[in-house]
């Protein structure tokens, strides 16, 4: 099955860490770049960070420094380590996959992260 499915999201206080993980199924992974998404309630979804089948990464500004995103190919895994984390980063995380060529597009349902003391 084609697909991809996030995993780790959850309730953190303000200050803390959660990684987020995504494994993608039936697909040739290493093809794809892989990106997480956020969306907050009332808000437009919103990059996070990317990471091109080449290992290179991308951050907005809003969460560079405190966020990282890592490939395993071998796992066919994407993950989000998200430390310093804060109030207005709580939002539904969505992982998405795109190939390099077709542009095809895969997204996961989502994982609920919240920060709240």
């Known amino acids: 099955q084609v697909q991809v499915v996030e995993s780790g999201g959850g309730l953190v206080q303000p200050g803390g860490s959660l990684r987020l993980s995504c494994a993608a199924s039936g697909i040739i992974f290493s093809a794809y770049s892989m990106g997480w998404y956020r969306q907050a309630p009332g808000k437009q979804r919103e990059l996070v960070a990317d990471?091109?089948?080449?290992?290179?990464?991308n951050y907005p500004d809003p969460v560079k420094g405190r966020f990282t995103i890592s490939r395993d190919n071998a796992k066919k895994t994407v993950y989000l380590q998200m430390n310093s984390l804060k109030p207005e980063d709580t939002a539904v995380y969505y992982c998405n996959a795109r190939h390099v060529y077709s542009r095809q597009e895969l997204w996961g349902q989502g994982t609920q992260v919240t920060v709240s003391s």
């Open positions: 990471i091109t089948t080449g290992g290179s990464t």
